[in-house]
């Protein structure tokens, strides 16, 4: 709306325009990880274990876990980038040389 005062919304037809999804695997809601896998997944990442073992150790321990390879990726560069903070990755490894 004019001057910032709301958003509206016009529904044209109240129903979803694709199917549901028949498996959840991908979806960032199940890939999430708990506080303790969390902590395991740290650890693993700060010991270099490969990225595929990484995966194969959070699937044994829940088997119901549909995470995927590229979450396992994802969530070491979060890792990486929360570990060098505001430095950049030249800044972090000259820091590490020295």
Do not use: S, W
Not at 32 to 49: A, P, S, Y
Request: proline share 2%; hydrophobic share 40%; aromatic share 8%.
């Amino acid at each position: 709306m004019k001057g910032g005062e709301g958003l509206v919304v016009d529904v044209v037809c109240g129903f979803h325009n694709h199917d549901f999804a028949e498996t959840l695997v991908g979806h960032p809601y199940v890939d999430r990880l708990t506080k303790d896998k969390k902590t395991m997944f740290i650890v693993m990442t700060k010991t270099f274990v490969k990225p595929t073992n990484i995966l194969l150790t959070l699937k044994e321990r829940n088997e119901k876990n549909v995470m995927m390879i590229m979450q396992v990726y994802n969530g070491m560069n979060t890792y990486q980038k929360l570990d060098r903070g505001h430095k950049t990755e030249i800044k972090h490894l000259m820091m590490l040389l020295e």
